[in-house]
């Protein structure tokens, strides 16, 4: 037997997305965002409502796109539920310590260890300030503490995933097998 529960946004893993993002006088911003994930080959796309990120690429066409992870879990959480219209001191209260990206537009904050570069190429569905931002990868970099001979080592990142069910980060958790090789034991 199974249970229905109507229409719900469970795609799991929902990921745990940081938007970095510079306002008209050049300040940077942070805010959290479940709601995007892969759109195209070296594309994203974001599900944003009205922010100040949300002007702020509108204005830029530019943003970074950072992973949470559990070091990082209080200061992700919190640029989730304050607004910099509302908190001017927003990032300097987060803690978050940012440089500004080589490729685009936008801060990188460094405290994440994976970050993206990007460029809007359209937003869509727009309504109430709102819309689907969609961006190019430009470029994505990662702190060197987190590479293992040259390469991005996802195992030593302790991303987090957004449990939409409860509202809960959850640590993304160990190999269980080796994608396109697992399911050749069947073939
Ligand atoms: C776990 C979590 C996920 C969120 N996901 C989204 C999202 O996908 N899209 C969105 O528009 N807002 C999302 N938010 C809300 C924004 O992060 C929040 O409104 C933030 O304060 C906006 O900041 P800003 O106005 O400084 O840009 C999320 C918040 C949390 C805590």
Sequence with gaps: MRKDFGPQTWVFPMPVLIIGTY???????????????????NQIMIC??????TDNIRLKKALTV?????????????????????????IAKSGLKYEK????D????????????CEVV????????GGNIIAKIVNASADESVLTDGKVDPKKINF???????????KIGETVALAFREGMKLK
Excluded: C
Aim: hydrophobic share 30%; charged share 25%; net charge negative.
């Design 106 to 117: 936008a801060p990188i904050f460094t405290d994440y260890p994976l970050t993206l570069e």
């Design 48 to 53: 944003l409502s009205s922010h100040q990120t």
């Design 160 to 170: 987090v995933s957004f449990d939409p069910i409860n509202s809960e980060y959850r």
């Design 122 to 129: 359209d937003i869509i569905n727009e309504g109430e300030g």
């Design 23 to 41: 306002n008209e006088n050049g300040e940077p911003n942070a805010m959290n965002a479940a709601w995007g994930g892969t759109y195209d080959y």
């Design 66 to 90: 950072s992973f949470a992870t559990v070091e990082t879990i209080t200061a992700s959480d919190y640029v989730g539920i304050v607004s910099q219209k509302k908190e001017k001191d927003k």
């Design 101 to 104: 990206a080589k490729h685009v």
